[in-house]
T-cell receptor, first 114, second 114 residues
């Protein structure tokens, strides 16, 4: 499968715990994005990388959230001290610089904070 | 700040019929892109159609076409000959030129009835 993959697909955690999600983009894509989607809403932008550089972060990304893309390939999104309000679907997408701005989405990681 | 509004939370259409999903947006930008994404149940989002704001001609992709009214800031999606596989959430999205993040609407849940 050459699409965007995300792991885990589902994560249930207790409030206060730390969680980490992984995204593997399409191999030749140099841009990678994270979005958050809550029930009944469209995805909201969190952050994006070009290669290993994190170029933009939304104010939605509080200091409990951190994202990395250490070698310009896969990315991780960590949430520290989870809160119930963090429960959402976390979507990763990738695109090719110079492409037609189309982003290819992964299946998402559904986080439930108890 | 840009906003995207989808005023139809749910719609249904009979198989083989035509349906139009509405989307309006607010921006002061002149150069931007508009997209419709489809999110089937429990599956990842895929691009349906895109439109560059500088193009007057409406985009078409097989059974999918848009009615882009730049002055009215309207971007509706028409699905002709609806098929059961068109059942999904449909999101309208805006991207300002020179940025790489989508701004999504809240989505329209479309159900195609046999």
């Amino acid at each position: 499968d050459t699409g965007v993959s995300q792991n885990p697909r589902h994560k249930i955690t207790k409030r206060g715990q730390n969680v980490t999600f992984r995204c593997d983009p399409i191999s030749e894509h140099n841009r990678l994005y994270w979005y958050r989607q809550t029930l009944g809403q469209g995805p909201e932008f969190l952050t994006y990388f070009q290669n290993e550089a994190q170029l933009e972060k939304s104010r939605l990304l509080s200091d409990r959230f951190s994202a990395e893309r250490p070698k310009g390939s896969f990315s991780t999104l960590e949430i520290q001290r989870t809160e119930q309000g963090d429960s959402a679907m976390y979507l990763c997408a990738s695109s090719l610089a110079g492409g037609q701005n189309e982003q290819f989405f992964g299946p998402g990681t559904r986080l439930t904070v108890l | 700040a840009q906003t995207v509004t989808q005023s139809q939370p749910e719609m249904s259409v009979q198989e083989a019929e035509t349906v139009t999903l509405s989307c309006t947006y607010d921006t002061s930008e002149n150069n931007y892109y508009l997209f419709w994404y489809k999110q089937p149940p429990s599956r990842q989002m895929i691009l349906v159609i895109r439109q560059e704001a500088y193009k007057q001609q409406n985009a078409t992709e097989n059974r999918f076409s848009v009615n882009f009214q730049k002055a009215a800031k309207s971007f509706s999606l028409k699905i002709s000959d609806s098929q059961l596989g068109d059942t999904a959430m449909y999101f309208c999205a805006f991207m300002k030129e020179g940025t790489y993040k989508y701004i999504f609407g809240t989505g329209t849940r479309l159900k195609v009835l046999a």
